[in-house]
């Protein structure tokens, strides 16, 4: 792998300061648990990766998420929406961790354009100098609407009417990192030695020993040796909270990730973390904390399993691009396309290029997938319509 670029001397002192904080932590206890860290790196106050003030979505950031491909990406979604909207008395918006603002700007001119604008949209965002970038471009790109919006740092305690989109927030939550060796579970925990960070493994509490059980049996297959991979507590809990806040709705998990017997694969054997470095990717958790993204892939067997427990319906698994060509992707690509002139052929190009980067399978339209979860909803979803791997997990 090539080298990493250099942080600047400000960066790198800003990354110290959470170094500073870690070890801080770990000379508490003597170790840390990795979702302990993975959380102090992206969310600390001040200080983590989604905390701070650099740039992280787009050209200039670290990586592109689909709705800053095109916003064909929120056109289609939209669809999907306004199919579920129009079933629901006072209807709201909810997106979690809205990145850079530029679904919820697409997602609510789409609407607008389809008449079927939500009574509010609200944003859950717990990073301040998020919100504020996205109150600007949100301000720049729809000031008409913004009575429609809403900030919040957490869901409502009123049950309310919604369709709730998560689009690449599983893969951000903390995730605790086990490890099998010689039969026996331990948890890889992170230690401070030799005036660094490093992994160690601890012997698995009865939590995580239980959590492991329930994914060898939900498999049907026992995880071999010499054996690392994640799971993520924070899903159930946190899907547990939306179900409550919901009366009627529909919740849409967008987020690159594997059905349960692929993530726990035999050949899967060093687990799923990646990180995100200004548009390179990589495996070193450690490199200067506070400065990248890390991520876990998705376990959608998990999150489904979790989901039925709790109440939800489970009404839809696909990939992207079979979810984006279900919500009408190719008819609002042919009228863009029938928009432009022949003498905008670069126009056309780029159009064609948005297209193949979110659905071809090489880029993100099998990489990333979507879930519905329903509650109070009738069947037959649109994204879903043409192709639906519930089966899978």
Known sequence: MAA???????????????YQTVIEAI???????????MAMALYQPGLGYYAAGSQKFG??????????????FAQSLARQLQQVLVTLTDAIVIEFGAGSGLLASDLLLELEALDCLPEAYWIIEVSAELQQRQQQLLQQKCPHLAGKLRWLQQLPEQPVNAVVIAN????AMPVRVFEKQNGELFECK??????????????????????VAEIEDTTGQLLPDNYRSEYNPSVKPWL???????????????DYGYDGRQYYSAERDMGTLMCYYQHRAHDNVFFYPGLQDIT??????GVAEAAFEIGFDVMG??????????????????NKMSALSDQQISQQMQLSQQVKTLTLPGEMGERFKVMALGKGLQPGLRGFSLADFRTRL
């Open 168 to 171: 690449e927030v599983l893969d």
């Open 59 to 72: 050209a200039a950031g670290d990586f592109i998420t689909s709705p800053e491909v095109s916003p064909l």
């Open 240 to 254: 547990n909270s939306i179900h409550t806040m919901l009366g009627q709705g529909l919740v849409l998990l967008i």
């Open 296 to 301: 876990a892939f998705v376990d959608f067997t």
């Open 190 to 211: 992170i230690e401070h030695s030799a005036s660094k960070l490093n992994w160690v493994n601890t012997a698995a509490d009865a939590s995580l020993q239980a959590a």
């Open 317 to 334: 698994y696909t990939t992207q691009a079979q979810f984006l060509l279900g919500c009408g992707l190719p008819e609002i690509f042919e």
């Open 4 to 18: 990493l670029p250099e942080p600047t001397a400000e960066q790198k002192s800003h990354s110290q300061q959470l």
């Open 27 to 37: 000379d508490d206890c003597t170790a840390i648990g990795f979702d302990q860290y």
